[in-house]
Nanobody, 119 residues
């Protein structure tokens, strides 16, 4: 089994910053992609940012230039530094990883952490 534990959510005023972290543990051989998604009330879950095993990153247009994703392969963690937060960034943020377990590539999700941005 693979477990993802997220931390760092909370409430902040518009223009502020927050840092989310996600730690993976369990029986996996390796982690390939690590990503963050978010879901606002009444909306579908949307992809936010991605980092590959070799450190390449990509971002949704809505967060580009404001959010930074990073990973520590030695600790199996991924973080999301969020700056210049807007009220539209309010959502539950989910950590997502792809990992090799029993020679199969599988996808896992964290439990989600709430981010609330007020005006």
């Amino acid at each position: 089994q693979v477990q993802l534990v997220e931390s760092g959510g909370g409430s902040v005023q518009a223009g502020g910053s927050l840092r989310l972290s996600c730690a993976a543990s369990g029986s996996f051989r390796s982690i390939t992609a690590m990503a963050w998604y978010r879901q606002s009330p009444g909306k579908q879950r949307e992809w936010v940012a991605l980092t590959t095993s070799v450190g390449m990153t990509n971002y949704a247009d809505s967060v580009k230039g404001r959010f930074t994703i990073s990973r520590d392969n030695s600790k199996n963690t991924v973080s999301l530094q969020m700056t210049s937060l807007k009220t539209d960034d309010t959502a539950v943020y989910y950590c997502n990883i792809e990992a090799y377990v029993d020679n199969f590539r599988r996808t896992y999700w964290g439990q989600g952490t709430q981010v609330t941005v007020s005006s």
